[in-house]
């Protein structure tokens, strides 16, 4: 199938870290019966024609009709039910996105992450900003991800699609990302590369560097060794940079997945670390210690992304300032997150 191809080499093209982190973002391609979708958790850099979800899109659109429960636990986890039942082969789970993915008449959507987009949806002025930049995008404000922003945003493309006679190409999502829909590759490319030449160009008049300044620090064997006998397992294995100016709260659910929302910056020592997870409920992903920021996991691959996902919210809260500033998560936005059982599923596959 020449459209799986092309999905594929998408995915590819815009699975690299200039748009998404980790296990972020995810793509599809469908006929009149049938979506293929990234597989939750995976990379897209990762992905080939053998590793799409294949799903019946008529099991989907069933979905919609569906009376929810109105507790988030059993909502979702009736909504990844109904999805599992909806899947037709054996390439793993599908992408919590994927009922929004279905509801867009595109043939090809891309759904990523930019460091550039989310300095536009995280920043206090990005709905304005985003209606002068981008006036042909339908902008939504945040909504918790999966089946809850999935029936929103149908009502609202249905709704824009009265007004205007056509779907949006471009959905921007606060605190979150975009999706770009369309029939044809080029078109997928040409809109990107609009997105991102845009807000380059508004970063610029605005004097906001596009790169992360990160201080020149030696690195600490006594201060990473000392993390490990604080953290035990939690700090296994470590990454670690010069300083940044870290974001000191919530951004994105990925950055919530990766990094979590808040970094340790207390005391380096047992009482200091068991006072974090006592108010936190779980032990940090990124400590700041000693001039240096360090990421910390139960692998390298974990430690690694802890560190790269808060030096990319520290970059989102420094291009924020062509926006008005940070307009950080709220708590009960936050807490959604990290109580949902997806996305511990998707943290887990890239362990």
Request: with cysteine; net charge negative; glycine share 8%.
């Amino acid at each position: 199938m020449n459209d799986l191809k092309t999905i594929v080499e998408l995915s590819r093209e815009f699975g690299g870290v200039e748009f998404v982190k980790g296990g972020g973002g995810n793509t599809s391609v469908k006929n009149e019966t049938t979506l293929w979708v990234k597989p939750s958790g995976t990379t897209l850099k990762g992905l080939t024609q053998e590793t799409f979800v294949q799903m019946n899109r008529e099991k989907i659109n069933a979905l919609y009709e569906v009376e929810t429960p109105s507790e988030a636990a059993a909502r979702e986890e009736l909504v990844k039910n109904a999805m599992a039942d909806a899947v037709e082969n054996d390439a793993g789970r599908p992408s919590v996105e994927a009922p929004l993915h279905n509801v867009f008449n595109a043939k090809f959507v891309v759904h990523t992450h930019p460091a550039l987009v989310n300095g536009l949806t995280c920043a206090k002025g990005g709905e304005a900003a985003c209606r002068r930049l981008f006036p042909e995008a339908l902008w939504v404000e945040y909504i918790d991800p999966g089946y809850t922003l999935c029936m929103e945003v149908r009502q609202r493309i249905a709704g824009y699609v009265a007004d205007k006679g056509g779907e949006p190409a471009l959905l921007v999502l606060q605190n979150h990302g975009i999706f770009i829909a369309a029939d044809t590759d080029e078109e997928i490319r040409a809109l990107y590369a609009k997105v991102m030449d845009v807000l380059s160009n508004e970063y610029a008049r605005a004097s906001v560097s596009e790169m992360l300044e990160i201080e020149d620090v030696s690195e600490s064997p006594e201060t990473e060794a000392h993390i490990k006998t604080v953290f035990g397992d939690d700090a296994a294995f470590v990454a670690s940079s010069g300083m940044f100016g870290y974001a000191p709260g919530p951004i994105t659910p990925d950055h919530l997945v990766y990094s979590k929302a808040f970094p340790f910056i207390g005391e380096l020592s047992e009482s200091g670390a068991a006072a974090y997870k006592s108010t936190r409920g779980y032990a940090p992903k990124v400590v700041v210690a000693g001039n240096r920021v360090y990421g910390i996991g139960n692998s390298q691959k974990n430690a690694d992304l802890a560190l790269e996902l808060a030096q990319d919210g520290a970059l989102v809260m420094q291009l924020t300032e062509a926006f008005g500033g940070i307009n950080y998560m709220t708590d009960a936005q936050r807490e959604f997150i990290e109580n949902w059982e997806v996305e511990s599923y998707r943290a887990k596959q890239v362990s």
